[in-house]
């Protein structure tokens, strides 16, 4: 991950693109990516959308497009300096506290 | 990331949600989290959300639904067996040929 | 609609919120009220949500979740002086072009 | 509102779309089109987004953009039987209740 936010930093520093990259900025850029991910799945059906990485050119676009998706967010995590896995991990402590096992066990409820 | 992946992915198992965790739901989850993430700083000046982290409370906030975010995407990438870091190193190389330094440089044309 | 909109803009006039009312922060807010629009259909089947609207309760919420998009996007389309459904009559228009009824049937190609 | 609801209705009828337009994939359409909104506000100022109008080129796409939301809105209202004006409303006086005038003026506090 480190490297990872490195070389996006870099790539930003290069381009003079530190200007455009406010939090607000990078978090309408990372829904726009979000965006297009969506795009890539909404006239599937559940299970077209289960093979999806089998079609060598769909599943070309879906990677293509979670990693916009992982750039600007770790784009976004760094100007924040927020470290992205310990922000994840966690969130997840907190959700496992509020989903105990016992009670969300194959159960759809808000989660 | 590993240790992230196979902790989220384990999160899952232990409650029976592999069955929710379907790209479709997963990008749709996703896309969910972004939008709680975007009411973070919709309000906000250019101004006031640069420094959003120096206020605990806000602080806090954001940091939480960038977990969630990570936490959702880690997910997905997992789910359709894509490596996170790789797919956005891979993307990177793509758009640093798509936006070479001595063109893009301080310009805010479509990126 | 003239009267959705006038009712909307007095709404943010009233409470001085056309200060926060930008184009940018209206955008980021239609897209958060998706965000949970997008929640309340995730861990559904396709079958659960195209029946939705049968559970008191969660049709309520979605026609709550429905009202918020529609109201900032009355919003929005106010403040850039835009008619919300010319610009979808004439979308329309120009998409039909591009899927004439021919060659787009049933075909779930990128529309 | 009802000439455009069925003109979009007519529009997915003569192609035979309506098998693709259930609920869950039109809420996933719409995120889409939002998304590709808000990729015209990203890299503006509060400045420049303000008057994204006067640019002929950039207020044309602002206005396609909004079209496009405007039309799987409105298809995803009538796929599950919601007046899309009563519905934003409704929200409307319910918001103006816990926004009370008196208390929400000028303040950015949640909303």
Same mark, same amino acid.
């Given at each position: $991950?480190?490297?990872?936010?490195? #070389?996006?930093?870099?790539?930003? *520093?290069?381009? *003079?693109?530190?200007?455009?990259?406010?939090?607000?900025? =990078?978090? $309408?850029?990372?829904?726009?990516?979000?965006?297009?991910?969506? !795009?890539?799945?909404?006239?599937?059906?559940?299970?077209?959308?289960?093979?999806? $990485?089998?079609?060598?050119?769909?599943?070309?676009?879906? #990677? !293509?497009?979670?990693?916009?998706? $992982?750039?600007? =967010?770790?784009? =976004? !995590?760094?100007?924040?300096?927020?470290? =992205?896995?310990?922000?994840?991990?966690?969130?997840?402590?907190?959700?496992?506290?509020?989903?105990?096992?016992?009670?969300?066990?194959?159960?759809?409820?808000?989660?």
């Amino acid at each position: $991950m480190k490297d990872l936010t490195e #070389r996006v930093r870099a790539f930003a *520093d290069e381009r *003079d693109w530190q200007q455009f990259h406010t939090p607000k900025n =990078l978090a $309408m850029a990372l829904a726009g990516e979000v965006g297009e991910l969506l !795009a890539e799945f909404q006239w599937l059906t559940p299970e077209q959308a289960s093979v999806v $990485m089998a079609d060598a050119e769909a599943g070309a676009r879906v #990677r !293509a497009e979670i990693g916009d998706v $992982m750039i600007y =967010l770790t784009r =976004l !995590a760094d100007v924040l300096d927020i470290d =992205l896995e310990d922000a994840a991990r966690d969130k997840l402590t907190e959700v496992a506290t509020r989903y105990p096992v016992s009670e969300a066990k194959g159960s759809a409820a808000k989660r």
